[in-house]
């Protein structure tokens, strides 16, 4: 599937909605799956780059019509256009990405707020029905590297007090038994590139890009959040223990942590684009790992 320039996708976007013929386009930030196009600062309209992301995003489309009215948390009222090219459309959720230093920036309260809106939206996520869920066509969420092949990819890259590191995070992984409470729904991407959080009042007003969600171990829900602050982790799972009655286990996370960020490594080991800031994110939770004790 050819990718259209810009000119192409607003005269698709104003093919079906001529009252924007006047509005603002631009580009957002460019996504794996998808080219979005942001309008006026009010609407989102995302162009599938290929065939597998075209059928993720119709996908992710029905999901949302069964999540958004089960959430207390906003998330994208998406709508898809049948083209051609398929493409869909939803009102922005207002709010900017939230990064570790706009995490420590935040008062005490402001932190316990979010981690109790992100605990209250995953243990209604979760409680979600799986067989419903499976009906419209969520699947398992993908697997990671093996073990062996992050030894291959992954531990040449890094230097000898990180591949000591790292292969203390493989050998724990692999003696991790399966997950206590097996596989859930859920989202399995809420790091801070997919929040919608406003800065001016320390709140966070919403969630998008559902396209990795699936089902997948409970734990492993809990993991992406690391990426802005351990402290909004342990936020979370606390305020979840106290919805839904389970009990998390803290090693657990951590340790899934460090492999996802492992295997993210060995994926891309070959791409020079992007090998650099997965060592550095693996370099980061080393760190965060050995101020934790």
């Not at 309209?45 to 119709?58: D, S, V, W």
């Not at 995070?169 to 399966?178: E, R």
């Not at 492993?220 to 982790?233: G, H, V």
């Amino acid at each position: 599937m050819a990718e259209l320039n810009a000119g192409e996708l607003r005269s698709l976007i104003t093919n079906i909605f001529p009252e924007l013929t006047a509005s603002v386009f631009r580009l957002a930030t460019p996504g794996w799956d998808s080219v979005a196009i942001d309008v006026d600062d009010r609407l989102i309209f995302k162009f599938p780059r290929n065939p597998g992301a075209e059928r993720a995003l119709i996908r992710e489309a029905a999901l949302l019509g069964i999540i958004r009215p089960s959430l207390s948390m906003t998330v994208p009222d998406m709508r898809i256009h049948d083209g051609p090219p398929i493409f869909s459309s939803h009102t922005k959720i207002q709010g900017e990405h939230l990064i570790t230093d706009d995490y420590e920036r935040l008062p005490k309260a402001a932190r316990q707020r979010l981690g109790d809106d992100l605990a209250r939206f995953y243990a209604e996520l979760h409680g979600l029905d799986g067989e419903r869920m499976r009906a419209l066509g969520a699947g398992p969420i993908p697997p990671w590297q093996s073990p062996e092949t992050v030894r291959d990819k992954a531990l040449p890259l890094l230097s000898s007090d990180l591949a000591t590191y790292a292969e203390r995070v493989i050998w724990d992984f692999k003696a991790l038994p399966p997950d206590p409470y097996g596989t859930i729904y859920g989202f399995f991407d809420g790091h801070g590139w997919n929040m919608a959080f406003d800065h001016a009042e320390g709140r966070l007003n919403g969630l998008y890009d559902f396209s990795d969600s699936g089902f997948g171990p409970l734990h492993q829900e809990f993991i992406y959040s690391n990426f802005i602050s351990p402290d909004l982790t342990s936020r979370i799972v606390s305020a979840y223990e106290t919805l839904t009655g389970r009990r998390l286990d803290r090693r657990r996370i951590a340790v899934l942590t460090g492999f996802h960020r492992l295997s993210e490594l060995a994926e891309l080991a070959d791409d020079p684009a992007h090998v650099g800031a997965k060592i550095d994110s693996v370099a980061a939770w080393a760190a965060a790992t050995a101020r934790a004790g």
